[in-house]
């Protein structure tokens, strides 16, 4: 449990392109459409106004799952752009759009075997 606590949320070590896939890109995927399908749930309607407990529920927990998303997707994509071997280069991610793009394609399609695409 540690371990996979530490993978997630901690900022030490390396992450290989197909752990990056399999144990971070995947999962994102589900979490995010499993979200988006409990939003468009006939009995929860956010935006009406008149929030009911089931509702306060749904919200709350959606933030907290979003926060710790958040912070995943930032210590698994330092992970690996370390193993990429240019860590500075997150701070890429910074510059909206643009540095955004660039850093998710060289997370997804990179390999330190084959050098930088860019």
């Not at 997630?8 to 290989?16: I, K």
């Not at 309607?45 to 008149?50: F, K, N, P, R, T």
């Amino acid at each position: 449990m540690k371990q996979s606590l530490s993978f997630y949320f901690g900022l030490s070590g390396t992450v290989s392109q197909r752990q990056f896939w399999l144990c971070f890109v995947l999962p994102w995927f589900v979490i995010q459409s499993l979200m988006g399908i409990a939003v468009q749930h006939d009995s929860i309607q956010l935006m009406d106004g008149i929030w009911t407990p089931p509702e306060v529920v749904f919200s709350v927990l959606g933030f907290f799952i979003q926060l710790f998303v958040t912070w995943a997707t930032v210590a698994l994509s330092i992970k690996r752009l370390r193993e990429l071997g240019y860590p500075a280069r997150t701070l890429l991610a910074m510059i909206p759009g643009l540095g955004t793009l660039w850093v998710w394609f060289e997370l997804l399609f990179s390999s330190p075997d084959n050098g930088h695409p860019l």
